[in-house]
């Protein structure tokens, strides 16, 4: 059973920076594409970031020059971190994962951003 595993959230002031990191429980390689995604408070979740086949990356034009998504395949990781942060960037962010030809989803981690 293929778990991921999303740390790193909490409480930040608006400007500051945030790293969330998730780990998957299955070795990964770069084939894997991973993402990740956001819901804030009675909106539809929404993507953030992505790592594709390659190390190609895309991101949302709301975090774009803001966030950053970075993969650590010897450590089944990808973390994203998060600068310049706003009361909007507010959210549950979750980690995806597409491993042989399925999609996991982590439980997701609150960030809240608020003077």
């Known amino acids: 059973q293929v778990q991921l595993v999303e740390s790193g959230g909490g409480l930040v002031q608006p400007g500051g920076s945030l790293t969330l990191s998730c780990a998957a429980s299955?070795?990964?390689?770069?084939?894997?594409?991973m993402g990740w995604y956001r819901q804030a408070p009675g909106k539809q979740q929404e993507f953030v970031a992505a790592?594709?086949?390659?190390?190609?990356?895309n991101y949302a034009d709301s975090v774009k020059g803001r966030f950053t998504i970075h993969r650590d395949n010897a450590k089944s990781t990808v973390d994203l971190q998060m600068n310049s942060l706003k009361p909007e960037d507010t959210a549950v962010y979750s980690c995806?994962?597409?491993?042989?030809?399925?999609?996991?989803w982590g439980k997701g981690i609150l960030v809240t951003v608020s003077a």
């Open positions: 995806r994962l597409e491993y042989q030809g399925m999609d996991y």
């Open positions: 299955v070795r990964i390689s770069s084939i894997n594409p």
């Open positions: 790592i594709i086949s390659g190390g190609s990356t």
